[in-house]
Structures are given as structure tokens and as C-alpha cells.
T-cell receptor, first 115, second 115 residues
Framework: DAGVIQSPRHEVTEMGQEVTLRCKPISGHDYLFWYRQTMMRGLELLIYFNNNVPIDDSGMPEDRFSAKMPNASFSTLKIQPSEPRDSAVYFC?????????????FGQGTRLTVV | AQKITQTQPGMFVQEKEAVTLDCTYDTSDQSYGLFWYKQPSSGEMIFLIYQGSYDEQNATEGRYSLNFQKARKSANLVISASQLGDSAMYFCAMSPRRGNEKLTFGTGTRLTIIP
């Protein structure tokens, strides 16, 4: 398996623009997570899905952030409009609750810079 | 709510020595999972080791072992025979139940291995 695939790896955008981050989880994984990593706040969960259904979105900072999972193999995290304080590394992760191990596998991350 | 505390922002260790990275946690859950992840300078999050709260034996994975002391709510990572490639950020994390849900991360410890 290719692992969790995120795109793009790097994104630089101007304040006010819409940004869409993409994630393809590992096939067969029922859970998908979006995390954000910043120097100030560390790693924090934004939202997670189980079987394509959002379970907990309490970490989503504000209404400018939205996430979807239209099918088991694809998820997006959208920021509209983007602001400089959204600059961070965004990780997508997936896990399989019926597997022998319970760890979440992380993608390579998307480094977002909003100027 | 779950909380992870890592009190060592940085550590320097001589190559081939063993190193212990500290992690304490707080939770009201009876069942939970504890994890350690490694983040090298390239940025990806690499799973190292998992310990379930009801596992009686300390987890081991190659050179990694988890010193789990439930009464003290600690889950320290021990790396034996450290190597230069072990230089990275190390994050302790926990999740409810067996670990298939959201992870709460500590602030991390930056480990530097000295040749």
C-alpha cells in the first residue's frame, strides 16, 4: 500500500484565497483524521470521520474551515477565506479499528503558507 | 478530557547510549491507548510503539520499549543503543479506548544524538 497520500505537499497562497487540501487514506481504513501542526499550538485534531461520517469537528477553528469525505478513498479540508494565521502543516491520518494494531498512519503533510 | 505532558523540550545523548523520554498523562477514561511517534526533520510522523491501558506487559518494538506505569500515569519511551538516525522530535500521544479515535499529543521532545 502507498500509505496516506496528501496533496499538495506545499501550498503558498495569498490572504483571502480559497485553499483546498486533499487526502487519500489507506484502503480499508475506516477512520480519517485531519490534524494541524504549528509552533505555537503543537499538533491538534481538527476533525475526524468514521465511515465517511464526521464524528467530531470540535477542533475546527472557525467557519472558514470545512471538511468533507464524499467516499471512503477521498477527503478534503477547505479554508475559505484563508488568513496568515492559518499557516501550518496539515496532516491527514487514517486508521483501521479491526486491525491488529491501532495506530494512525500519517500522510506526509501539506505545508500551507498564507501571505 | 485527556492531557499529555512532556517536560523535556530537548535532550542530548551520546551515540550508543540508552535514552528515556518522559511522558505523563491525565484521563478519566478507564480504557485508553498510549502512543509514541517520531518526527524527523523531513516532517513525516512515524509510529513507533503502542501500549493499551489494560496491557499488563510493557510494549516493545525492536530498540524501543515503553515503560508503562499505570498508577503513576506515566508512559516513558526508552530507546536502547541510540543511533544518529534517532535524532528527531518525539511525541507522546493518547486516545480513548483502544486508540482508534482522536489522538491528543504532547508538546514533544527534541532528541539529538551526539556522535
Amino acid at each position: 500500500d502507498a500509505g496516506v497520500i496528501q496533496s499538495p505537499r506545499h501550498e503558498v497562497t495569498e490572504m483571502g484565497q480559497e485553499v483546498t487540501l486533499r487526502c487519500k487514506p489507506i484502503s480499508g481504513h475506516d477512520y480519517l483524521f485531519w490534524y494541524r501542526q504549528t509552533m505555537m499550538r503543537g499538533l491538534e485534531l481538527l476533525i475526524y470521520f468514521n465511515n465517511n461520517v464526521p464524528i467530531d469537528d470540535s477542533g475546527m477553528p472557525e467557519d472558514r474551515f470545512s471538511a468533507k469525505m464524499p467516499n471512503a478513498s477521498f477527503s478534503t479540508l477547505k479554508i475559505q477565506p484563508s488568513e496568515p494565521r492559518d499557516s501550518a502543516v496539515y496532516f491527514c491520518a487514517s486508521s483501521n479499528p479491526t486491525g491488529a494494531n491501532t495506530e494512525a498512519f500519517f500522510g506526509q503533510g501539506t505545508r500551507l503558507t498564507v501571505v | 478530557a485527556q492531557k499529555i505532558t512532556q517536560t523535556q523540550p530537548g535532550m542530548f545523548v551520546q551515540e550508543k547510549e540508552a535514552v528515556t523520554l518522559d511522558c505523563t498523562y491525565d484521563t478519566s477514561d478507564q480504557s485508553y491507548g498510549l502512543f509514541w511517534y517520531k518526527q524527523p526533520s523531513s516532517g513525516e510522523m512515524i509510529f513507533l510503539i503502542y501500549q493499551g491501558s489494560y496491557d499488563e506487559q510493557n510494549a516493545t518494538e525492536g530498540r524501543y520499549s515503553l515503560n508503562f506505569q499505570k498508577a503513576r500515569k506515566s508512559a516513558n519511551l526508552v530507546i536502547s543503543a541510540s543511533q544518529l538516525g534517532d535524532s528527531a522530535m518525539y511525541f507522546c500521544a493518547m486516545s480513548p479506548r483502544r486508540g482508534n479515535e482522536k489522538l491528543t499529543f504532547g508538546t514533544g521532545t527534541r532528541l539529538t544524538i551526539i556522535p
